[in-house]
């Protein structure tokens, strides 16, 4: 069974304090590794889709980084506008995202 | 462009009542998904459609889907119970590869059943 796990569960940072969140993975044929941010009341929304180890991804102040057990999400200089929750999936020979619990990143001034 | 649009965004229902969520999405995605979210559990799969006039996966205890059409995605909670209180996220993707490339999510329905 495909098995995601995000750590830590909470992270604070002072803004401009470098970081980074993980999520290690077990999965049968991963087809692909998907971050997501979420806001309080919405929906996830979508930020990176990693394929293959060693693929990279970068996005504004985010990078994503993939080997063949985990993900690292890298947040360089955080501001205050980062905090968010970020969930990690994969998608393995099923048809469906597999989620983690998700990291609660609060960035303050 | 609206994505995918859940509604209610909210709602109370008494235990032994039955609802519909909706869900709609204007991509012309064909797979589409919900997902249940709840404190300290991560999103969790209920159901998904690899496209319209299809179901793919049995369908859990206590919930009933139908996809008529590309568009809808209705998720029928049948007799409800506490136990299904929770945020439901709706999700689609394009339909192929299945599910591999990036699925958009709905704003969320937060649904309590007392």
């Known amino acids: 069974e495909d098995q995601v796990t995000q750590s830590p569960e909470a992270l604070r940072l002072q803004e401009g304090e470098s970081s980074s969140l993980n999520c290690s993975y077990t999965v049968s044929g991963l087809r692909g590794l998907f971050w997501y941010r979420q806001d309080p009341g919405k929906g996830p929304e979508f930020l990176f889709t990693?394929?293959?180890a060693g693929e990279e991804k970068e996005k504004e102040r985010l990078k994503a980084t993939l080997t063949k057990k985990e993900s690292f999400l890298h947040i360089t200089a955080p501001k205050p506008e980062d905090s968010a929750t970020y969930l990690c999936a994969v998608l393995g020979t099923g048809y469906a995202l597999n989620f983690g619990k998700g990291t609660s990143l609060l960035v303050t001034p | 462009n609206a994505g995918v649009t859940q509604t209610p965004k909210f709602h109370i229902l008494k235990t032994g009542q039955s609802m519909t969520l909706q869900c709609a999405q204007d991509?012309?995605?064909?797979?589409m998904s919900w997902y249940r979210q709840d404190p300290g559990m991560g999103l969790r799969l209920i159901y998904y459609?690899?496209?319209?006039?299809?179901t793919d996966k049995e369908v859990p205890n206590g919930y009933n889907v139908s996809r008529l059409n590309t568009e809808d995605f209705p998720l029928r909670l049948v007799s409800a119970a506490p136990s299904q209180t929770s945020v439901y996220l709706c999700a689609s993707s394009p339909a192929y590869p299945p599910g591999t490339l990036e699925a958009f999510f709905g704003q969320g329905t937060r649904l309590t059943v007392v």
């Open positions: 459609s690899a496209a319209a006039g299809t």
């Open positions: 990693l394929y293959s």
């Open positions: 991509m012309n995605h064909g797979y």
